[in-house]
């Protein structure tokens, strides 16, 4: 293998490595125009993707012993998700549907675990980290709240109760 193949192996591989979460794209009618202006949409939300060859990948894929089964036809992208992969997910299938599909995704790796497209589509369905979380903290604390507005209640009739009977004793 040449030199410079060797090295773009190596690099594919390590950045394979750095990143838990990555998606396949498949792109089409992708020019340079579009392909700027849909790598400055993924920086905003800190994240990059790397046009790579199929070749490559897949055999860099293969020597870390990643099992990817993909069957793609065109050119290949790389968009590493780093550690939010259901809004970077969201986020491309958002920024496809809005320009004639130019991409297709085709699988991927979340967290260590090969998906398919199939599961991007489920993926990209999910809500983010932040909106679950306060899901799941409003599950808490509603019946917190409701306890506290029983209480109020009970302890506000009380004093309305004292309240009349004082009235009606003093007329």
């Known amino acids: 293998m040449k030199k410079e193949k060797q090295f773009l192996l190596d690099e594919i591989k390590e950045q394979l490595q750095r990143s838990p979460s990555f ?5 089409s009618s992708f020019g340079a ?3 700027n202006e849909f790598r400055r ?7 990059d993707i790397e046009i790579v060859r199929k070749r490559m990948f897949f055999k ?3 020597e870390l012993g990643i099992p990817l089964s993909v069957d793609c036809q065109g050119h290949i992208g790389i968009i ?3 550690n939010e992969p259901v809004e970077v997910t969201q986020s491309v299938l958002d920024y496809s549907k809005g320009n004639d599909s130019c991409f297709e995704l ?4 979340v967290e260590g675990h090969v998906i398919t ?20 903290l409003g ?3 509603a019946p917190m709240a409701q306890t506290l507005a029983t209480m109020e209640a009970l302890l506000t009739s009380v004093a309305y109760c004292l309240e009349n009977k004082a009235q009606g004793e003093q007329q």
């Open 23 to 27: 998606l396949i794209a498949q792109y």
């Open 33 to 35: 125009n579009r392909a």
């Open 41 to 47: 949409a993924l920086r905003k939300i800190g994240v």
């Open 60 to 62: 860099a894929a293969e």
């Open 80 to 82: 590493f998700a780093g």
């Open 106 to 109: 085709l699988g991927g790796r």
């Open 117 to 136: 497209a199939s599961d991007v589509k489920r993926l990209s369905q999910l809500p983010n980290k932040n909106t679950m979380r306060a899901q799941f």
């Open 139 to 141: 599950l808490l604390e």
